[in-house]
């Protein structure tokens, strides 16, 4: 295998993931850079470039076009129409749909036969059409799913209990958005259930802020990049190494018929098992809740 990469739109979510992929060990050997800008993409490859001489990994790095994409390992799409203040995910659905669907036959039609990494929003519809548009297989079609909110709320777990945010072992999952919520029944740290650990007022506090985070940085600084560039990297080097680790990815529930975050198994040919949990009855209306506004907005799209 190649372990090539191919980052679509080099804005600051893909430059982000470009960044954070050089910046640590990785098992990618080639990066591309494309965008409707081509200057911009060549001008980040360039400045890529400069960090090499320092960096703990050598990649070769270029800008290109779809037609590169024949030999790609793994495809990430970072590009389409931002979230501004005051709109939501779902906001962008219809804009983005029009450009999924251009862009996703034209890199079908370089013969790439590897793995969509969908990070665009709303991310969990977007990958369901990528899925659909591209004729892949559903487990070789993954969102980044709830691992950035998922990595929000060890964070904040870890800030309460004062650990280290990887003892901390908890999922967010559902839709990327509003209706996420966290599977408190399913979070431990140490061995230790975090229910056993902090009052409900405390759950409800964390859970709320999780959810809103992004909100609060983009009326901040108006984008979130840092964060999902980083998760972004944590599931491309998963893949490649064939980890089978456990990630909260956005990955295809043939029951409902969406893509939304779910713990699933993840390996070298993507997606391996989606987990059979053992969730409460609360918790799965709340699932039940986020699903449903999936399908909706899905069903949208259709009409």
Not at 154 to 179: C, F, M, W
Not at 187 to 203: C, F, K, N, S, V
Not at 254 to 259: A, F, I, K, N
Request: aromatic share 6%; hydrophobic share 40%; net charge negative.
């Amino acid at each position: 295998m190649a372990n090539k990469v191919m980052i679509v739109g080099t804005g600051n979510v893909g430059m982000s993931y470009g960044y954070a992929l050089i910046h640590q060990r990785t098992s990618v050997n080639e990066l591309v850079l494309v965008d409707i800008n081509e200057e911009d993409a060549a001008g980040e490859a360039i400045d890529l470039h400069d960090t090499l001489a320092v960096s703990p990994s050598y990649l070769k790095i270029s800008a290109g076009t779809y037609a590169d994409a024949t030999d790609c390992d793994i495809v990430a799409i970072t590009a389409g129409v931002p979230q501004k203040p005051g709109e939501s995910r779902m906001d962008l659905l219809k804009k983005n749909a029009a450009i999924f669907k251009d862009m996703i036959g034209q890199i079908m039609g370089s013969g790439f036969d590897g793995i969509f990494l969908v990070v665009s929003n709303p991310m969990d519809v977007l990958t369901y059409l990528t899925w659909r548009y591209s004729g892949l297989p559903a487990e070789r079609v993954i969102g980044s799913g709830t691992v950035l909110d998922s990595a929000r709320l060890r964070y904040r777990l870890s800030q309460r209990l004062h650990i280290h945010p990887k003892n901390v072992h908890a999922y967010q999952v559902g839709e990327h958005g509003d209706t996420e919520f966290t599977l408190w029944s399913c979070a431990y740290a140490g061995g230790q259930p975090i229910m056993d650990l902090t009052t409900a007022q405390e759950r409800d506090e964390i859970e709320d802020a999780v959810r809103n985070e992004a909100y609060k940085i983009i009326e901040k600084k108006g984008a979130t990049y840092y964060g999902i560039g980083s998760c972004m990297a944590s599931i491309t080097n998963c893949i490649l190494n064939d980890e089978n680790r456990i990630l909260p990815v956005s990955n295809y529930d043939e029951l409902s018929d969406t893509y939304n975050g779910y713990p699933a198994v993840l390996g070298r040919q993507g997606i391996v098992r989606r987990l059979g949990l053992k969730i409460t009855a609360d918790e799965q209306i709340k699932l039940n809740s986020s699903i449903r506004a999936l399908q909706d907005a899905i069903n949208s799209v259709k009409e």
